[in-house]
């Protein structure tokens, strides 16, 4: 059914750049809100950005300025760019999506992309 499938992570130098992208499919009859979310070993999930359907964004205050979300409505995908990575920035990346597919509106989860930003 709903699934969430992510790409563009791996590992970048300290001050590079990485696009993450995460397309939802199936049964989807509206998507509201999508976001990116990140987590470190021992910490819990933190937002990073997130995007409404009309285009409002909203990012973290540790990203903004360096960090760029966006979406296709058509495509049933969200994107992130990252520039000016840190390596503060390492985490695996979660992606996010309030759908609803045949019920209520759920959150729905991508699979995770890991991040490594080397110093």
């Known amino acids: 059914q709903v699934q969430l499938v992510e790409s563009g992570g791996g590992l970048v130098q300290a001050g590079g750049s990485l696009r993450l992208s995460c397309a939802a499919s199936?049964?989807?009859?509206?998507?509201?809100?999508m976001g990116w979310y990140r987590q470190v070993p021992e910490k819990q999930r933190e937002l990073v950005a997130t995007i409404s359907s009309g285009g409002t964004t909203n990012y973290a205050d540790s990203v903004k300025g360096r960090f760029t979300i966006s979406r296709d409505n058509a495509k049933n995908t969200v994107y992130l760019q990252m520039n000016s990575l840190k390596p503060e920035d390492t985490a695996v990346y979660y992606c996010n999506a309030h759908l609803r597919a045949g019920l209520g509106y759920l959150n729905y989860w991508g699979q995770g992309t890991q991040v490594t930003v080397s110093s």
């Open positions: 199936g049964r989807i009859f509206s998507i509201n809100d």
